[in-house]
């Protein structure tokens, strides 16, 4: 079973807007994560929000965790075509396991 | 450096047939675990090693087994395929223990199909 639920299912916007998507999940964890996959292939880790943290920046990325409602946002500013991608966020316990949503595909239009 | 390397990257196997996977994780890395990712959803954690000895285990059947070795590489063994096996296949490596409070190095996957 699915830990988190990715909202929107499926996100279409065009390059320079900004790309917003969200992350639900059930039970108390370590910490959140955020992970890219282009054309069903590796999935690359792009960042890292503990419980105790509130907002976490990298580069054009910026992450939300509100551990009392049990969610976490992805802000991706200005976008860009290589931005086209599925977006995951994950969650970790003390172990480090990970459990997955079912993903965001988002589309970047030139 | 190399990344998480996984062998084969494409596989096509007959119902009922078993079936070995491979992952060597980064260099230095001690913890890998394995994901089973049907198209269209998100990877569902099938089993994690850290020094050689099984620290987790998803909700798979028995049919699903795997194993770490000395040199910290790591064997996904599925036996009596079925066609809702047909799955990518992602190894993840992590230096520590485990992935608690480190991000986790995937591998490229690989893609099985089963007729």
């Known amino acids: 079973s699915q830990q988190g639920e990715e909202d929107p299912q499926a996100l279409s916007i065009q390059e320079g807007e900004n790309a917003t998507m969200n992350c639900s999940y059930k039970?108390?964890?370590?910490?959140l994560q955020w992970y890219r996959q282009n054309s069903g292939r590796g999935l690359v880790h792009l960042i890292l929000?503990?419980?105790?943290?509130r907002e976490k920046h990298s580069g054009r990325l910026r992450v939300t965790l509100d551990t009392s409602k049990k969610s976490s946002s992805l802000l991706i500013t200005a976008s860009r075509a290589a931005d086209t991608a599925s977006y995951f966020c994950?969650?970790?316990?003390?172990?480090?396991?990970?459990?997955f949503g079912a993903g965001t595909q988002v589309v970047v239009t030139p | 450096d190399a990344g998480v390397t996984q062998s084969p990257t494409h596989l096509i196997k007959t119902r009922g047939q078993h079936v070995t996977l491979r992952c060597s994780p980064i260099?230095?890395?001690?913890?890998v675990s394995w994901y089973q990712q049907v198209l269209g959803q998100g990877p569902q954690f099938i089993f994690q090693?850290?020094?050689?000895?099984?620290?987790g285990r998803g909700n798979f059947p028995d049919r699903f087994s795997a194993r770490q070795f000395p040199n910290y590489s790591s064997e996904l063994n599925v036996n009596a395929l079925l066609l809702g096996d047909s799955a990518l296949y992602l190894c993840?490596?992590?230096?520590?223990?485990?992935?608690?409070?480190?991000?986790?190095?995937f591998g490229q996957g690989t893609r099985l199909t089963v007729v």
């Open positions: 993840a490596s992590s230096p520590d223990r485990g992935h608690s409070g480190t991000e986790a190095f």
């Open positions: 039970t108390s964890i370590n910490n």
């Open positions: 929000i503990r419980s105790n943290e």
């Open positions: 994950a969650t970790a316990d003390s172990w480090g396991k990970l459990q």
């Open positions: 260099s230095g890395h001690k913890s």
């Open positions: 090693y850290y020094e050689k000895e099984e620290r």
